[in-house]
T-cell receptor
Framework: AQKVTQAQTEISVVEKEDVTLDCVYE???????LFWYKQPPSGELVFLIR??????QNEISGRYSWNFQKSTSSFNFTITASQVVDSAVYFCALSGLNSGGSNYKLTFGKGTLLTVNP | SQTIHQWPATLVQPVGSPLSLECTVE??????LYWYRQAAGRGLQLLFYSVGIGQISSEVPQNLSASRPQDRQFILSSKKLLLSDSGFYLCAWTKAGADSYEQYFGPGTRLTVT
């Protein structure tokens, strides 16, 4: 069975601080995909990034960066110089290529509520 | 570009009343479609998914049902709502095929059962 753990339930920072959101996953699949989603107060989940299990290169997109480490089964998300607009719930998710013969089910973590204060 | 619509945006219904939530996707063909529920505790629970017209898989036995009468339309229904059906209902889609696994979510429907 697949499992995603986001141990940080809530994080509060002051604007311009850097913040890292942790994600640890469990899977028996040899090929899998990891995702991060943002859920602002409006409620809609916004897709941020997908990483393939065979590509461990870290990725940077503006103030966002992702650190994927298979050795520790972690896929952490860092926001640099946080802004008030970054306040949201962030979800990490996992999709396995061979999960029961299907590849279209996402397993979500419980989310981390990030509050960025001015 | 693809867009996903859900309606209504909010709904307040009494216990025992029927429910119909609709989701439509534009700009793509033969998508995989999903219904999720998000309770107050934030966790996302997959309720149903569909890989084609008339093909529905249920993840959790419950008071709800789903139908896919058209390629890009997904409907969530109930004959008699329970208090426990309250929550935020999200529809999502993904491209069928090997290259894309991320799901794209609609704006959601906030359901309160009173």
């Amino acid at each position: 069975a697949q499992k995603v753990t986001q141990a940080q339930t809530e994080i509060s920072v002051v604007e311009k601080e850097d913040v890292t959101l942790d994600c640890v996953y469990e899977t028996r699949d040899t090929t899998y995909y990891l995702f991060w989603y943002k859920q602002p107060p409006s409620g809609e989940l916004v897709f941020l990034i997908r990483r393939n299990s065979f590509d461990e290169q870290n990725e940077i997109s503006g103030r966002y960066s992702w650190n994927f480490q298979k050795s520790t089964s972690s896929f952490n998300f860092t926001i640099t110089a946080s802004q008030v607009v970054d306040s949201a719930v962030y979800f990490c998710a996992l999709s396995g290529l061979n999960s029961g013969g299907s590849n279209y089910k996402l397993t979500f973590g419980k989310g981390t509520l990030l509050t960025v204060n001015p | 570009s693809q867009t996903i619509h859900q309606w209504p945006a909010t709904l307040v219904q009494p216990v025992g009343s029927p429910l119909s939530l609709e989701c439509t996707v534009e700009g793509t063909s033969n998508p995989n479609l999903y219904w999720y529920r998000q309770a107050a505790g934030r966790g996302l629970q997959l309720l149903f998914y569909s890989v084609g017209i008339g093909q529905i898989s249920s993840e959790v036995p419950q008071n709800l049902s789903a139908s896919r009468p058209q390629d890009r339309q997904f409907i969530l229904s109930s004959k008699k709502l329970l208090l426990s059906d309250s929550g935020f209902y999200l529809c999502a889609w993904t491209k069928a095929g090997a290259d894309s696994y991320e799901q794209y979510f609609g704006p959601g429907t906030r359901l309160t059962v009173t």
